[in-house]
């Protein structure tokens, strides 16, 4: 058995997004994302996922050569890696990662996103050289299934007349009736029984007559509202009291840990957050602050599954729940957080995933969801194969466009259909 890593494979991708609205605009008719994949000296290949900007390209890139010839069981040491791999500090340092909508963006995080690709690449060739799946070099799943959440979006019925797009079924959600339309398709197509409304789109007032109608369709399930810090504190504690008794929990109303604190001293209702902690280094103010109750993970953005791991036992530790966001991710990722997911002793709140609203991927077959849930495997890896065809036709894709999309930015989408639009200032209200 030899582990050494003999090559690796980048391959960026542009990948079909419905219009999906959010606080910053909309979401571009493609989205990239990066496909890693690990080579190793008995022939067995790992894959990964990731962000596919220019940014984590440029990163991506000379830490693949930096990887050949090292062992593929040597996750800790891809950290240590990345540190050697230099970052554009002008590019982050102090920008708002609008794609993501995830807080301020710095070098560290840029790694991460980065190292997270690489280890679940390395964590699926392992585990097919060893004939384990990856949730056993995990520890060892405890649960066969893992429950996810309907992730419902004010939506157009379509991009703006001319766009380049693919066409999607789904039709348009710009009210309280188009919402509730939008979770009965869910419900019927996937069997989920918890909705989560990407919010921060319209006024307050709106948003909770959506979150009310969606209580009064759908009676007892868990409901979330996310409006990416677009609201005021005063404006959330209103929310936060109008909902109080349909709300799971209410994510992100406002934006960092001091305002989330200030939100959290004001009501019951459980906060939620996947921008004001995103790295080890930020949860001591927002646990001893008690400014969330539920930390949403995101494997690509904490550096991978362990990772993850540790940040679900700190959670523990302080009382703090856990649960997963996520982005505009394909099956590799959503393969990845079942399978860490699966390890994660009481997950009490179903996780987030996109992959619905993803018509196209890379895999030779799609990941299902039965009631809501997706089954974990119990093959070797992540139980996953590349399709090499499809991945083929969304790289060609993106070597043919001119740049325009290699850059997710949802303010630039939304100015196609309004030249007027300016990315609201927070709190936009």
């Known amino acids: 058995?030899?582990?050494?890593?003999?090559?690796?494979?980048?391959?960026?991708?542009?990948?079909?997004?419905?219009?999906?609205?959010?606080?910053?605009?909309?979401?571009?008719?493609?989205?990239?994302?990066?496909?890693?994949?690990?080579?190793?000296?008995?022939?067995?290949?790992?894959?990964?996922?990731?962000?596919?900007?220019?940014?984590?390209?440029?990163?991506?890139?000379?830490?693949?050569?930096?990887?050949?010839?090292?062992?593929?069981?040597?996750?800790?040491?891809?950290?240590?890696?990345?540190?050697?791999?230099?970052?554009?500090?002008?590019?982050?340092?102090?920008?708002?990662?609008?794609?993501?909508?995830?807080?301020?963006?710095?070098?560290?995080?840029?790694?991460?996103?980065?190292?997270?690709?690489?280890?679940?690449?390395?964590?699926?060739?392992?585990?097919?050289?060893?004939?384990?799946?990856?949730?056993?070099?995990?520890?060892?799943?405890v649960r066969d299934a893992v429950e996810y959440s309907a992730y419902l979006f004010y939506k157009w019925a379509a991009h703006p007349e001319g766009v380049a797009c693919e066409q999607d079924d789904w039709g348009a959600a710009l009210d309280p009736a188009g919402v509730v339309a939008q979770a009965r398709l869910f419900k019927e197509r996937y069997g989920f029984t918890s909705f989560k409304l990407k919010g921060g789109v319209f006024p307050p007032e709106e948003e909770i007559a959506a979150v009310r109608a969606l209580a009064e369709a759908f009676p007892g399930h868990p409901l979330r509202l996310d409006p990416n810090g677009a609201w005021s504190v005063e404006t959330s504690l209103k929310v936060a009291g109008e909902l109080a008794d349909v709300l799971e929990y209410l994510e992100d109303p406002a934006l960092g840990t001091p305002a989330m604190a200030e939100v959290s001293a004001g009501t019951d209702v459980p906060l939620a957050t996947n921008m004001c902690v995103t790295t080890f280094a930020e949860i001591k103010e927002a646990f001893t602050r008690d400014a969330v109750q539920v930390v949403l993970s995101d494997h690509h953005y904490w550096g991978g599954l362990r990772n993850t791991q540790q940040l679900a036992a700190i959670c523990r530790t302080f009382g703090v729940g856990v649960s997963m966001h996520s982005n505009t991710h394909l099956g590799i990722s959503l393969a990845a957080m079942t399978h860490v997911a699966?390890?994660?002793?009481?997950?009490?709140?179903?996780?987030?995933?996109?992959?619905?609203?993803?018509?196209?991927?890379?895999?030779?077959?799609?990941?299902?969801?039965?009631?809501?849930?997706?089954t974990v495997s119990d093959l070797p890896g992540l139980g996953v194969e590349l399709d090499r065809e499809k991945l083929a036709v969304l790289h060609q894709r993106w070597l043919d466009d001119d740049g325009a999309l290699r850059e997710r930015d949802d303010a630039a989408a939304m100015r196609i259909a309004d030249p007027e639009w300016v990315t609201p200032a927070v709190p936009r209200w």
């Open 342 to 374: 699966s390890t994660v002793p009481g997950l009490h709140h179903a996780c987030d995933s996109h992959y619905p609203w993803q018509s196209e991927d890379v895999l030779t077959q799609r990941l299902t969801f039965d009631d809501g849930k997706v």
């Open 1 to 141: 058995m030899n582990l050494t890593i003999t090559d690796v494979w980048l391959t960026p991708i542009l990948v079909a997004d419905p219009p999906l609205l959010n606080t910053q605009g909309v979401h571009q008719p493609y989205t990239p994302r990066l496909i890693v994949e690990v080579l190793t000296a008995d022939g067995i290949t790992g894959v990964g996922e990731t962000y596919g900007d220019t940014k984590y390209l440029e990163l991506a890139r000379p830490f693949a050569e930096k990887l050949k010839g090292r062992q593929v069981d040597d996750l800790n040491g891809l950290f240590t890696l990345a540190d050697e791999v230099a970052v554009d500090d002008d590019r982050v340092s102090g920008q708002v990662d609008v794609g993501g909508l995830r807080g301020v963006q710095t070098a560290d995080k840029l790694r991460l996103s980065v190292v997270s690709a690489f280890e679940v690449a390395c964590l699926d060739a392992l585990g097919k050289t060893l004939g384990l799946p990856v949730h056993a070099l995990l520890g060892g799943k």
